[in-house]
């Protein structure tokens, strides 16, 4: 997959789009008014989850400067919840967003990384 492009209009074509109208199968773990959560396809962590805002966001950035309050607090609220599902908080856990061609955005689709179930550790690597 090519890297994206975050200041790119939405495309209604992308795998997660597809996901939440229901078209591709997926695992799910957590759905309400403002969020859908399905188990990552590839984990690399014992829990991997993807966590996607129901609305039409390419990215964190266009997330942030376009979604209403309610929507942009429902979604970090259902992050939060799933990890707490999860067991995770005590433990510890990482979340992580991936935003354009430098962050390794490859779906353009919001969407966070919630990972745990073993030490993560280092956060990045050299390159």
């Not at 975050?6 to 591709?24: Q, S, V």
Request: proline share 9%; hydrophobic share 45%.
């Amino acid at each position: 997959m090519s890297p994206v492009d975050p200041t790119a209009p939405y495309d209604d074509n992308n795998i997660f789009a597809k996901i939440l109208r229901g078209e591709l199968p997926c695992t799910k773990v957590y759905e309400d008014e403002w969020a859908f959560a399905f188990e990552d396809i590839a984990p690399v962590a014992p829990i991997h989850i993807l966590v996607v805002p129901k609305g039409k966001y390419v990215s964190w950035d266009d997330f942030s400067v376009n979604a209403p309050a309610d929507e942009i607090a429902g979604f970090v609220r259902a992050v939060g919840k799933i990890a707490r599902e999860k067991n995770l908080v005590e433990v510890g856990y990482r979340l992580i967003n991936n935003i354009g061609p430098n962050g390794g955005q490859i779906v353009p689709h919001l969407h966070v990384h919630l990972m745990g179930g073993r030490v993560m550790g280092p956060m990045l690597t050299s390159a």
